[in-house]
């Protein structure tokens, strides 16, 4: 399986509050990687596949979510709104994969 195969089943696993438990990579990057109804994601729906997700509090600055970094006024500085799949899974490629 890989990375992206891999992403959006744990998309998928869903437990508290209809969020996904966090992303953990092996070189110790941690992030909230969510998508559903009613996250910042596409499509928005609580099936997928999905083509963009909803990151949040990444444990490190990772410059590749900067350009996706919400700023609306009331929101958490720190959540990266429709962020591509493929942006994260190079993410997590680049940080020795899933833990």
């Known amino acids: 399986m890989n990375t992206l195969e891999k992403l959006q089943e744990h998309l998928l696993n869903r437990t508290h509050l209809n969020n996904s438990p966090p992303v953990i990579c092996k070189s110790g990057l941690t992030m909230s990687v969510q998508a559903s109804e009613t996250h910042y994601c596409s499509p928005k729906n609580n099936v997928g596949p999905y083509s963009r ?38 993410v997590i490629e680049k940080n020795g994969g899933f833990a």
């Not at 410059?63 to 009331?74: E, F, K, S, V």
């Open 53 to 90: 997700v909803e990151v949040g509090f990444p444990s490190r600055r990772v410059m590749a979510l900067m350009p996706y970094r919400d700023w609306a006024p009331g929101r958490p500085a720190r959540i990266f709104s429709y962020v591509p799949v493929t942006v994260v899974a190079t």
